[in-house]
């Protein structure tokens, strides 16, 4: 049985969720991690993507986030996030948008840095686009 | 002396005036307190984000590959000055302690020499500094037409600014705005934005905890910096927007107290003025009665 730790996912505009939690999958950089009590303390940068918070009880929570950081440290673990939304309140269109606007940086980037930049940056968000189709 | 008409009429307009003022003193009122709760909701993200980028900074500080938004270019020839003010006047001392604080700033760092360049958000502060730094003024943004003030904005000004440090237009960036204390006292302050000022992380939790990062340090710290910047702007405008609203709302209250002394100077005048006539002509019609 998982033991719960506390949790707080933090977007510039507000503290969107302070709780103890059993486990929170959170999509890193270099790939998709669950944080679970006493972990190693570590930091990485997140994708965009979708992260899953099981609370203590009921059911398990659903976000979007839009890029930020998650800082698991002994005291617990938080999420530094540039934009954060539940997903059952997520327009549809917002990551469309944002696919657009990567694309469109895509076609006005010259050199090859901000080329790979813009091609990595719509991965990401088509990846987020289809863990949200289901 | 004037007449009893005109004395009516001054009343009314000055009546007229407390009820704007005591309007625009409540709506103060209200928006303030909206402001004063984004300003605390932006609080604890911006509290993190130090003490995330304290911990990161300490392991990278003094190294010769440390990013250039933490190390500075080197130089302190050139110099940004960010000016947050704000769209609209009617807020006491407000906009001109702010332009006032960054003039200071300015003329002292060309008394020594070095290049002042100035970047205006907000109207106000533009028109108060435009005629005495005409060329140093590179941009204004205005925030007119924002109605609340988001992480959008901020992170517009700050690709703006971090693109004026990429291509190397300066070297020391100062953020100026008010620091909200309360809604009588607002603080003109002036706060370094590049290159970051860490503050030394803490170690008071005695062992010294040490992370993993995935990338590595300078690559989360690559990320983190520009954020920061952006972070940064965002909570200064969040508590330049408290502040206009706490002055303005106490320009507002003083204002409708004086409209009030004034509608009772007048009145007091008005009644004078209608009791002498009143006894003149009492003494006219007895005067013509004895005269008979």
């Known amino acids: 049985m998982a033991e719960p730790f506390s949790f707080e996912l933090v977007s510039p505009e507000r503290l969107l969720f302070s709780e103890q939690v059993l486990a929170v999958v959170v999509p890193g950089t270099e790939g998709e991690f669950t944080v679970l009590k006493n972990m190693a303390p570590f930091m990485s940068t997140i994708k965009p993507g979708v992260i899953t918070v099981t609370p203590v009880s009921g059911t398990s929570q659903r976000y979007f986030i839009r890029g930020g950081f998650a800082d698991v440290s002994p005291t617990g673990l938080t999420i530094l996030a540039e934009q954060a939304v539940p997903v059952e309140s997520l327009d549809p269109n917002l990551i469309a948008t944002e696919i657009k606007n990567a694309e469109e940086d895509l076609a006005d980037a010259t050199d090859d840095e901000a080329k790979s930049a813009a091609a990595q940056k719509i991965a990401q968000l088509k990846e987020a686009q289809a863990a949200l189709a289901h | 002396m004037p007449s009893l008409k005109d004395l009516r009429n001054r009343i009314a307009s000055v009546k007229a005036t407390q009820k704007i003022t005591k309007a625009m003193q409540m709506v103060a009122a209200a928006k303030l307190r909206r402001a004063q709760a984004a300003a605390e909701a932006a609080r604890p993200y911006a509290e993190r984000m130090s003490v995330v980028l304290s911990n990161v900074a300490a392991g990278v500080a003094g190294r010769a590959d440390a990013p250039r ?36 700033q300015a003329i002292a760092l060309q008394r020594d020499g070095k290049i002042v360049k100035i970047l205006c958000v907000g109207k106000k502060g533009y ?38 440090y990429q291509k190397g237009e300066f070297d020391v960036a100062t953020l100026f705005y008010a620091k909200f204390r309360s809604v009588i006292q607002q603080l003109p302050t002036a706060q370094q934005i590049i290159p970051a000022e860490v503050t030394a992380a803490e170690e008071a939790d005695g062992a010294k905890v040490i992370y993993e990062y995935e990338p590595d340090e300078a690559a989360i710290l690559e990320d983190l910096l520009p954020r920061n910047v952006s972070i940064q702007i965002l909570s200064a405008l969040l508590e330049n927007v408290a502040s206009e609203m706490g002055a303005k709302m106490s320009a507002m209250d003083n204002a409708t107290r004086n409209a009030g ?32």
């Open chain 2, 261 to 292: 002394e004034m509608i009772k100077k007048y009145t007091l005048r008005y009644n004078r003025t209608r009791q002498a006539m009143i006894t003149k002509e009492l003494i006219e019609i007895i005067s013509g009665a004895e005269a008979l």
């Open chain 2, 69 to 104: 938004l933490l190390a500075g270019t080197g130089s302190d020839a050139t110099h940004l000055l960010i000016v947050c003010t704000a769209e609209r006047g009617l807020c006491g001392a407000f906009n001109s302690s702010i332009a006032r604080l960054a003039r200071d």
């Open chain 2, 127 to 164: 028109d108060l500094l435009r005629r005495q730094f005409k060329d140093q003024i590179i941009e204004l943004v205005e925030l007119r037409s924002v109605r609340q003030i988001g992480f959008n904005e901020a992170e517009q000004i700050g690709r703006k600014v971090l693109s004026l």
